[in-house]
């Protein structure tokens, strides 16, 4: 498929939220992305933060691969190991809190919005010019930009 028709499938089915740039990326390693036509790129967005590590690092690939096959998601509202363990040294490592897992940078900006709010009656709550905080209304208040 094209990159011309990914933009025509975006024009008719996906709501213009993002302005993409016009390269459709086919394969990652490590800090390099390559696209359709095999033109290679250094990845300084690490997916918007989501590959820090880079792309398809081989242990990262072997530990996705063995959770498929054990366990795909189980929601918040269940125990499985992986996630009390985590849990645990999280805690153990950041002055004994307790953490709160989500499932995007939207829900824990409004997170720390509710948290910062519950410490303390009334307040400021700091931002950062330029940065985007997500696409919830409490994020998005957050978001000193259109």
């Known amino acids: 498929m094209s990159l011309s028709d990914l933009e025509t499938i975006e024009c008719t089915s996906v709501i213009h939220s993002y302005a993409r740039f016009p390269v459709e990326f086919v394969r990652g390693e490590g800090a390099r992305l390559w696209d359709d036509s095999g033109n290679e ?7 918007i933060s989501v590959t820090n590590i880079g792309h ?3 242990r990262v690939v072997a530990a996705i691969r063995a959770q ?8 918040n509202l269940f125990y499985t ?15 004994h809190g307790k953490v709160f897992f989500c499932n995007s940078g939207a829900e824990a900006s409004e ?9 303390r009656s009334g ?7 330029g940065a985007f905080h997500g696409r919830t209304y409490g ?8």
């Open 81 to 95: 190991e992986p996630a009390m363990l985590l849990a645990e040294r999280l805690s153990q490592s950041s002055l």
């Open 56 to 58: 398809c690092h081989p």
């Open 123 to 129: 307040g400021d709550i700091v931002v950062v010019h």
């Open 41 to 47: 790129y250094l990845d300084f967005l690490c997916g």
């Open 139 to 146: 994020a998005l208040s957050a978001t000193p930009q259109e």
């Open 68 to 75: 498929a096959g054990q366990l795909m998601h189980a929601s």
């Open 111 to 119: 997170a720390a919005i509710k948290l910062a709010r519950k410490a």
